[in-house]
């Protein structure tokens, strides 16, 4: 069974276009994340959210927008796209809390923006 | 967090120890030492942590100096499919805070066969 998983896992749309990526957990975790990696491959968080309340948020452009209708989900939304928003996303979730460690991965959504 | 210094790449033979260093010369007291994995590809994966103590788990060890300013991951037989981007991570972990991952620019190691 997959842990965290995301949909889609490649993407490819044109400037200006709006876009989601959704994100599932199943482990019972109450935190979710969303990272991004560019084509220089540093990987920087974007949000966080615990217990569906954003805990998180990295200075991202107002154009992007994660909701969470329940722990178990984080999609991201993507308003007017630029072509520097073509990068790598990673969704992420963990337990919240001193004694949980663990960050889990999913395995990445491609973003090509054109 | 502290920030972490890594070598940008190294080399390691098939089945060989591959010993990975990580400074963090500025880590506070409070701050763990995390060591995270990227292959090619796939989102990262934990692989370790420790505050002070030498640690081990299945897939590998993590010794910290006394003064807790470095610290070195071990692979102790390592395979071709270790082949990755090994980052250190250095944070805090205190309940009802933030537990983003600050990510570097990590060590490739490329296991040769």
């Known amino acids: 069974d997959t842990a965290v998983s995301q949909t889609p896992k490649y993407l490819v749309t044109q400037m200006g276009n709006d876009k989601s990526i959704k994100c599932e957990q199943n482990l019972g975790h109450d935190t979710m994340y969303w990272y991004k990696q560019d084509s220089k491959k540093f990987l920087k968080i974007m949000f966080s959210y615990n217990n569906k309340e954003l805990i998180i948020n990295e200075t991202v452009p107002n154009r992007f927008s994660p909701k969470s209708p329940d722990k178990a989900h984080l999609n991201l939304h993507i308003n007017s796209l630029e072509l520097g928003d073509s990068a790598v996303y990673f969704c992420?979730?963990?337990?919240?809390?001193?004694?949980?460690?663990?960050?889990?991965f999913g395995p990445g959504t491609r973003l090509t923006v054109l | 967090d502290a920030k972490t210094t890594q070598p940008p790449s190294m080399d390691c033979a098939e089945g060989r120890a591959a010993n990975l260093p990580c400074n963090h010369s500025t880590i506070s007291g409070n701050e763990y030492v995390y060591w995270y994995r990227q292959i090619h590809s796939q989102g990262p994966q934990y692989i370790i942590h420790g505050l002070k103590n030498n640690e081990t788990n299945e897939m590998a060890s993590l010794i910290i100096t006394e003064d807790r300013k470095s610290s070195t991951l071990i692979l102790p037989h390592a395979t071709l499919r270790d082949t990755a981007v090994y980052y250190c991570?250095?944070?805090?972990?205190?309940?009802?805070?933030?537990?983003?991952?600050?990510f570097g620019k990590g060590t490739k190691l490329t296991v040769n066969p």
């Open positions: 992420a979730s963990s337990h919240h809390g001193v004694g949980y460690n663990e960050q889990f």
């Open positions: 991570i250095v944070r805090r972990d205190f309940q009802g805070g933030s537990e983003k991952l600050v």
